[in-house]
């Protein structure tokens, strides 16, 4: 069974940075593609950013150029590097790997003075 645990979350001043992790276990992780996406309260579940396996990158227009995604396909681990926080980006935060229906149980990301 594919299991992802997600963690790194946290509480951070406007403006601050946080790493956040995505532990993959069940799958082949370096042949997938993997997702990052936030959930809002009374929100839909939105696509943050996106890597392939081959490491090309794309993101959202709200967070590009200041969160990087990345992958080690050793630890089988997925990254979310989320720098220059806004209050906007308050949510819980998933991995996902693309096309399958697995999710973790995210991990939160609160952003406030």
């Known amino acids: 069974q594919v299991q992802l645990v997600e963690s790194g979350g946290g509480l951070v001043q406007p403006g601050g940075s946080l790493r956040l992790s995505c532990a993959a276990s069940g799958m082949i992780f370096s042949t997938y593609s993997m997702d990052w996406y936030r959930q809002a309260p009374g929100k839909q579940r939105e696509l943050v950013a996106h890597i392939t396996s081959g490491g090309i990158t794309n993101y959202a227009d709200f967070v590009k150029g200041r969160f990087t995604i990345s992958r080690d396909n050793v630890k089988k681990i997925l990254y979310l590097q989320m720098n220059s926080l806004k209050p906007e980006d308050t949510a819980v935060y998933y991995c996902?790997?693309?096309?399958?229906?697995?999710w973790g149980q995210g991990t939160q990301v609160t952003v406030s003075s």
């Open positions: 996902k790997g693309t096309g399958l229906a697995a």
